[in-house]
């Protein structure tokens, strides 16, 4: 077994002892899912495929929801990193790439290389579709969050805090999900967003005619 393959099932197992037991989005199989998409846009952008699966691996160990801070985190990944391998340029790209994907509300500036664009698009590919959706769902209920209120206006919402409590699962498609496919990177992560976006608003078409019954046939 080469040392990157190796340093690939090592990273695996760590980040499968420091995410087991998430329910809020960030389990195990998100993080096998980015990984496979990473390696699939990777191959297809000619992006170097080592650096993109240990990122991906590697990309939410740092979260602020499972450190006490973000600096805390990514403390925690250099660590790991250091230990099981002496590539500095390996490790210093791969914490470039972890310490500046966040979506943080579009805010963040572009990735500042390919591999970091592939990550990023495969992060927010996971956030898109039946699976985003899932997600979104899944998220907002470990929250304590409603599902829906019509009578919050979007202007109101968009008032608040972001991380108010008052928001509903409903109102993270505005304020985010849609929004991702015009910031994907790469040209093969923009189709697939693509797809995933059409399949969004079909469900939310969907949701709001059953919510005011207007998918009841005259019978
Ligand atoms: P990631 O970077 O892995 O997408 P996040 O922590 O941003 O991780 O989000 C985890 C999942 O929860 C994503 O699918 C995201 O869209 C969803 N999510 C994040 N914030 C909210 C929210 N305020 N309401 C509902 N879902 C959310
Ligand atoms: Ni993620």
């Known amino acids: 077994m080469t040392q990157q393959s190796e340093l690939i099932k090592q990273a695996e197992h760590f980040v499968k002892e420091v995410l087991s037991g998430e329910a ?23 992006a170097d495929v080592v650096v993109c699966e240990l990122a991906a691996l590697l990309h939410d160990v740092a979260d602020e929801k499972l450190n ?20 500095s340029g390996l490790i210093d790209h791969v914490m470039e790439i972890i310490s500046t994907m966040s979506y943080n ?10 591999e970091g664009q592939v990550v990023q698009d495969a992060d927010r590919l996971d956030a898109l579709g039946a699976i985003g959706i899932a997600r979104t769902f899944a998220y907002s209920g470990a929250k304590g969050r409603i599902i ?14 972001y991380r108010s409590n008052n928001k509903s699962a409903i109102y993270h498609f505005y304020e985010k999900l849609l929004k991702l496919k015009d ?10 967003a693509e797809q995933r976006h059409a399949f969004m608003e079909l469900f939310l078409q969907q949701f ?9 046939r005259a019978s």
């Open 148 to 161: 829906h209120d019509p009578e919050l206006s979007h202007e109101v919402l968009a008032q608040e805090d």
């Open 208 to 216: 709001y005619s059953e919510w005011t019954m207007r998918d009841q």
């Open 24 to 46: 809020s989005g960030h389990d195990w199989w998100h993080i096998e899912r980015v990984r496979n998409t990473a390696l699939e846009i990777a191959r297809k952008e000619q």
């Open 183 to 192: 910031l994907m990177n790469t040209s093969y992560a923009r189709e697939l």
């Open 105 to 114: 509300g579009g805010r963040n500036p572009p990735m500042k290389t390919l």
């Open 68 to 87: 006490d801070s973000k600096e805390a985190g990514l403390e925690k990944v250099r660590i790991w990193l250091r230990g099981h391998t002496a590539e």
